[in-house]
């Protein structure tokens, strides 16, 4: 059975807003892609059946700036209403377009319903700054990348793996530091993904590291739909 790894982002305008409200902004990812990927597979278009997929969030660039996504391990198929098993054609998954604009409407649906709650700490914004946000968000392309894993699950999982247990960074690519500076290994992804040294202030080190801490008690990784017992 093929396996597809889907990649939902959130566009950098939101970066100020989600470093105020984490929780709420990574709460309301979980929702807007778990929505979207059970609704795609319901509709009989596609699947038209129950979903099962295990959505893993991150928040880091390579130069641990804040770059909020999730990834999604969606097995290739759903079950249907009468039991049994409807596969996804080889390769291909949901329409991209589709379900980018989809996943994009239900988050900015979502964010909305939150400021107007007070549900945000940014509920006092000036109207005028959110409405041009808004028009912001709403210019982006909500890119979201999928792509049928070929190693099958195992492939995507050991992928995810090196990021479920640890946050931003592994001691690896910390080469060096003195009092002042952190040299870091990245990859350039403007140049082929090429390795680079990068040299950062420690303070800034530090304060690009904390970005990717965690609300207390938060769950990044979770099961949806087939797999929704075993969360």
Same mark, same amino acid.
């Given at each position: ?11 950098? %305008? ?20 778990? &929505?979207? +990927?059970? %609704?795609? *597979?319901?509709?009989? =278009? ?16 390579? #130069? ?33 377009? &589709? +379900? ?13 319903? *939150? ?23 709403? =210019? ?7 792509? %049928? ?29 003195? #009092? ?21 202030? &420690? ?29």
């Amino acid at each position: 059975m093929p396996y597809f790894h889907l990649v939902f982002t959130l566009p950098h %305008e939101l970066n100020g807003l989600i470093g105020q409200s984490p929780r709420s902004f990574y709460e309301m990812l979980f929702a807007a892609v778990s &929505a979207t +990927l059970t %609704e795609f *597979a319901a509709n009989p =278009r596609w699947l038209g059946g129950t979903a099962a997929f295990t959505l893993v969030l991150h928040t880091w660039k390579q #130069d641990l700036g804040r770059h909020v996504h999730i990834h999604a391990l969606v097995p290739g198929g759903a079950l249907s209403p009468d039991g049994d098993w409807v596969a996804a054609k080889h390769g291909f998954l949901f329409p991209i377009t &589709a +379900l980018s604009n989809v996943f994009r409407g239900k988050y900015v649906a979502a964010l909305k319903l *939150a400021r107007q709650g007070g549900k945000l700490q940014q509920a006092g914004l000036a109207d005028h700054t959110w409405r041009d946000l808004l028009s912001a968000v709403h =210019r982006h392309d909500w890119v979201v990348y999928a792509k %049928e894993s070929l190693g099958g699950p195992a492939q995507v999982l050991d992928y995810l793996g090196r990021y479920t247990h640890r946050v931003a960074i592994s001691n690896e690519r910390i080469l060096g530091m003195d #009092d002042d500076t952190v040299r870091l290994r990245v990859r350039d992804s403007a140049n082929g993904n090429k390795k680079r040294t990068l040299s950062v202030p &420690a303070q800034t080190f530090i304060e690009r590291f904390l970005l990717h801490v965690l609300p207390k008690g938060f769950k990044r990784i979770r099961h949806y739909g087939l797999l929704g017992p075993a969360g």
